[in-house]
C-alpha cells in the first residue's frame, strides 16, 4: 500500500499518560518506529512536541477522546500537522487490546492516508464557543434555582405563580423579598406590584396568602441569594462574550436578514447546534479563511 506520510505518528491519548508510536519510513523504503510514553502535564506535552520535531515528524493523528485530546492539540497545532479522529473511523481488529497497539494502528493508517480528520474551529472560535457554552449551563442552572424557589413557594401554598408570569421579575421579586423579610401584610405586599400588574392586586393578595413557615422564608432568601450569583455571573460571561465579538469582527458587515439585524446576540453565536438544527449563514470570525458563505435559504443554512 502507499505511503502517503514518511514521517508520521499515532497518539493513543489517556487522563493521565499519552502513547506515542512514531513510524519512519526511510527513502529505500526501510521502516523504523518507535515507542515512548509521556505525562499530560504541561512540561511532559512539550517534551513530547520537541521530541517529535527532533524526529522531523510532519503529521500526528489521535482519536477525540473525551476532553483530554484538547490541551495535546493546543500545544501541537503550532508546530505540526495535526489530526483528531473520530475513534470510531479507526477501530483496532479484534483481538487483544494495548495502548502501544493502538498507537501503532493510528500511526499505520495515518501513514497511507486512511485517516479522515475531524474538524477543529481556529482558535478564536474555541475560545468563543466555551464561553458560550459555559454561559449556557449557568443560564441552565439558574433555572434549576428558580424552579427549585418555585416548589418551595407550593409547600407554602403561595400562588404567586398564577398570577405574575415571571417570579423572578421586578415585581415578584420585591413581594418575595418582601416575604423573606417578615412582611406578613398581604396588601402592604400587593402595593410592590408595578405596571401593568397593578391591575391585579386583588389577585395577588389572595396569592400571597399562604402558609409561610420559617423554613419556607429562609430557604426562598437562599435562592435569591443564589439567584443574584447566577445573574452576575451570565453578565460577566456576556461582557467577556461581547469583548470576544468585537475583537473578531471582519471589516465589512455581514448580510442583513429579513428582520433587518446583521448580527444576531451574543448568546447565539459560536453556541453549540444539533443535528438537523439551523445557523446562521455567516461567520463573523476574522481570520478562518474564507469568504461570507451563500445561504442555500434565505439567510439559513443548516449545520
Known sequence: MQVVYARCAGLDVHKKTVVVCVRLVGADGTMTTHTRS????????????????????THVAMESTGEFWKPVYNLLEGSLTVLVVNAAHIKYVPGRKTDVK???WIAEL?????????????????????????????????????????????????????????????????????????????????????GRLRSKLAELEQALRGTLEPHHAFMIGQHLALLDVFDEQIAAFDTRIQTAIDGTQPDQPPPTDASGTNRPPADHLARPMGRGRLRRSWTPFRGLGCAWPKPSWPNWAPI
Open 38 to 57: 509521556f505525562g499530560t502535564t504541561t512540561a511532559e506535552l512539550l517534551n513530547l512536541v520537541a521530541w517529535l520535531l527532533t524526529l522531523e515528524i
Open 110 to 194: 495515518l501513514a497511507h492516508g486512511l485517516l479522515r480528520p475531524s474538524f477543529v474551529p481556529p482558535a478564536p472560535q474555541r475560545a468563543l464557543r466555551d464561553l458560550t457554552r459555559q454561559r449556557t449551563h449557568l443560564i441552565q442552572e439558574r433555572a434549576s434555582v428558580v424552579n427549585r424557589m418555585q416548589k418551595v413557594l407550593e409547600w407554602a401554598n403561595i400562588k404567586l405563580a398564577s398570577v405574575v408570569t415571571d417570579i423572578t421579575g421586578v415585581s415578584a421579586r420585591a413581594m418575595l423579598q418582601g416575604l423573606v423579610d417578615g412582611q406578613s401584610d398581604v396588601t402592604a405586599l400587593a402595593q410592590l406590584a408595578k
Open 102 to 104: 493502538d498507537a501503532a
